[in-house]
């Protein structure tokens, strides 16, 4: 029925000539096209969702903060064993600043975002350096709060062997 009209009138495009069901398909079409590219444009590195601690943020600390950063080191005064140790302020600021990770000290040595800093001095020292996908993740951790699970699930330990998790 519709199709006919639509083929034969040469106006159908013209809103002002339409009928009042007409306007409502179009309507109708033109909210479907829109959920439907806004559902298809929906990229997760766009909305990354929550970043959990214990499946990404706690294997990058281990392997490659804590070999430095722990209670019997402690290198630069940092300890990443508890929440309430990475949280502690340092003499060049906080470590972690939930919800700020430009005024994190984390970040800054892990990007150099830091104006003094320089890629001589980013962390860690020694090893291969965070990739970008580590940096992205450590970067929204903190932005999204820096949430740290009670208990053993946030504990971090020195591990013996790098290669284990």
């Not at 080191?73 to 430009?102: C, D, Y």
């Not at 020694?126 to 993740?137: Q, V």
Request: charged residues 25%; negative net charge; hydrophobic residues 35%.
């Amino acid at each position: 029925m519709c199709k006919a009209r639509i083929a034969a009138s040469p106006d159908f495009c013209d809103y002002t000539r339409m009928n009042l069901s007409d306007r409502w398909l179009v309507l109708a079409v033109v909210i479907l096209f829109a959920g439907a590219c806004a559902h298809l444009d929906s990229d997760p590195s766009i909305d990354p969702g929550e970043v959990d601690f214990v499946t990404e943020v706690k294997p990058i600390l281990m392997n490659q903060c804590l070999p430095c950063h722990h209670s019997g080191t402690g290198l630069g005064g940092f300890k990443l064993e508890t929440e309430e140790r990475a949280l502690r302020p340092g003499k060049h600021g906080p470590f972690i600043e939930p919800g700020s990770p430009e005024q994190s000290r984390l970040w800054q040595l892990v990007s150099a975002s830091h104006p003094a800093r320089s890629d001589e001095d980013l962390m860690p020292a020694h090893g291969p350096r965070l990739s970008s996908e580590e940096k992205r993740i450590l970067y929204l951790w903190i932005e999204q709060g820096a949430t740290w699970p009670d208990g053993e699930r946030g504990r971090l330990r020195p591990l013996q062997n790098p290669n284990q998790t």
